[in-house]
T-cell receptor, first 112, second 115 residues
Framework: AAGVIQSPRHLIKEKRETATLKCYPIPRHDTVYWYQQGPGQDPQFLISFYEKMQSDKGSIPDRFSAQQFSDYHSELNMSSLELGDSALYFC???????????FGQGTRLTVV | AQKVTQAQTEISVVEKEDVTLDCVYETRDTTYYLFWYKQPPSGELVFLIR??????QNEISGRYSWNFQKSTSSFNFTITASQVVDSAVYFC????????????FGEGTQLTVNP
């Protein structure tokens, strides 16, 4: 069965650079979620989109923005990267905002 | 306030032992969902189970079993006859009806199963 696809899997950026993370949800899923997991921490909710509209917002820095496109894929844009942004970024998707979101394999971002 | 508490930071067992991972949650919602995820060293989050607040029936799936008790706000996870491949971080998570579909995770329990 198709799963949530995230790209890239690994990304290394320098401080103050910009990064774009992509997420392709499970086919027919219309809701996408982004989570950030710092080293040794639990995942923290960043933002979600339902039918291309932002549906919920968590602890997402102002330097980050995200959107969901007409084909339901989503992108997380991160600017002015800081060392503390180094983390595992997960995307998850669900159908109609239903519970039980399925997670992608994550993008490991390292800021040096 | 921490809504999901996993008091056990690390657990170490020997293969074939049974192990229980504790999860205590806090919510004012009457409708909510509880989850367990497994995060192996490779990093992905693997969905294990979802339980809604109206279903207190315990569930068994192979060597895994879950005990949901609303009276104590607990959703504990037991692995029977543990195996080395069970070594991972396990997260309990809560989704509240009033908070949309976002998940609030506990801090995780690192389980190490030694041969």
């Amino acid at each position: 069965a198709a799963g949530v696809i995230q790209s890239p899997r690994h990304l290394i950026k320098e401080k103050r650079e910009t990064a774009t993370l992509k997420c392709y949800p499970i086919p027919r899923h219309d809701t996408v979620y982004w989570y950030q997991q710092g080293p040794g921490q639990d995942p923290q909710f960043l933002i979600s989109f339902y039918e291309k509209m932002q549906s919920d917002k968590g602890s997402i820095p102002d330097r980050f923005s995200a959107q969901q496109f007409s084909d339901y894929h989503s992108e997380l844009n991160m600017s002015s990267l800081e060392l503390g942004d180094s983390a595992l970024y997960f995307c998850a998707s669900s159908l109609g905002g239903a519970t039980g979101a399925f997670f992608g394999q994550g993008t490991r971002l390292t800021v040096v | 306030a921490q809504k999901v508490t996993q008091a056990q930071t690390e657990i170490s067992v020997v293969e074939k032992e049974d192990v229980t991972l504790d999860c205590v949650y806090e919510t004012r919602d009457t409708t909510y969902y509880l989850f367990w995820y497994k995060q192996p060293p490779s990093g992905e989050l693997v969905f294990l189970i979802r339980r809604n607040s109206f279903d207190e029936q315990n569930e068994i799936s192979g060597r895994y079993s879950w005990n949901f008790q609303k009276s104590t706000s607990s959703f504990n996870f037991t692995i029977t006859a543990s195996q080395v491949v069970d070594s991972a971080v396990y997260f309990c998570a809560l989704e509240e009806e009033t908070s949309g579909s976002r998940l609030t995770f506990g801090e995780g329990t690192q389980l190490t199963v030694n041969p």
